[in-house]
């Protein structure tokens, strides 16, 4: 009975694992729960087209056992707007389950346009993406939910809606430059996400104002934490930005005194902090989603979404919201133009046909 017990709890911890590694790697933009009573139709890939026009089709990877949860998150979101913002006039939405496989991807979206549809949601990944791009002509329009890198093949009918850090460090640039500091210092960490948010910000600073941004690497903060200072000090730097999450921004921010304003992304926000997180992590501001900013406001109840204090499950849902809304324009309208008041943020249509996401501003409290 023990080993059982003991079984079940080490099967439980490491799918806790892995859906939360997963979760990141989408939110981060890294990768090429609550579920509404509303179910979209499904269509096998394995059947006859049927001759119907029409809809939005929904491609994510819900037949892969590591993307379930963040598939069935998403489209979770993406059926409640269909459900609060849909009418006569707005295309329904069909799914098209797939797995993992590149392979099944191009085949879901040719399946779902020779059904008829006028737009897709989806794929997922950035490898999805590209293979799609790289291997097919899109003649409807596709809303990948990742954002393009260097490789992807930008056809005219591919449009990217993403949460990627990258942009919202570049928003927190902005934001700073707003605010008439101009001698920002960069603090990361030696992992791939600090990095990424480090670039994102120096390299929309540097066009917003033609300069260089410092970027201190901090190895130890405790340790170091006296140089860490006199570092700044001596870079004469008049506003910090942290590229990192909350679980590594905690263990620095209380070495950095209050002499100058503190700026991060949404990661830096988890929705899990205890008191003691929430101490160390006071006094910085981050950008963040109205979803979690401003979860009370107007019309979001009829959402019907029982919240969770995992925010990263909260961002995929508002996240599928936004997308549902998005993909209902480009069903109707090429080339689009909106500016949707979303609850992921303030949404537009960018000359590169990415989605711009302007965000709200938050300050870190013990009440949040």
Known sequence: MHAKFLLAHLKAAVSWFRDTAILGLILYGALAFT??????????????????????ALILPSKAKAFKSVSDTIRA??????????????????????????????LAYLQAQQDGAQAVIGPLTKSAINYLSDSTALNIPVLA?????????????????????????????????????????????NDALSQRMAQGFTQE?????????????????????????????????????????GKTARFIRPYLGNDMAIYATSQVDSGRLGRTALVDLTGIRYVDMPWLGMPHSE????????????????????FGIDAWRIASVLAKDTPPTF??????????????????????????????
């Open 339 to 368: 500016s949707i008041d979303g609850v992921t943020g303030q949404l537009t249509m960018g000359p590169d046909r990415v989605v711009v996401r302007n965000m709200l501003l938050r300050t870190m409290t013990l009440e949040k």
């Open 299 to 318: 019309g979001y109840d009829l959402y019907n979404r029982t919240r969770s204090n995992a925010y990263d499950l909260e961002r995929l849902f508002a």
């Open 35 to 56: 579920t509404t009573t509303i179910h979209a139709q499904e269509t096998d890939l394995t059947v006859e087209p049927v001759q119907s026009t029409g809809f939005i």
């Open 77 to 106: 979101g993406v059926l409640a707007a269909e459900r609060v913002h849909g009418g006569a006039e707005i295309p329904l939405v069909r799914a098209y389950p797939t797995d993992e496989k590149e392979e099944n991807v191009i």
């Open 145 to 189: 939910l990742n954002s393009f890198d260097e490789t992807t093949l930008q056809q005219p009918n591919l449009y990217s809606f993403s949460l990627s850090v990258e942009a919202e460090a570049a928003q927190v640039a902005q934001e700073i430059q707003k605010n008439q500091s101009m001698r920002p210092v960069v603090l990361q960490v």
């Open 205 to 245: 600073w540097k066009k917003a104002t033609g300069n260089e941004v410092q970027v201190i690497t901090v190895v130890d903060a405790r340790h170091d934490a006296a140089q860490l200072r006199e570092q700044i000090a001596q870079l004469g730097a008049d506003v910090i930005f942290l590229a990192m999450d």
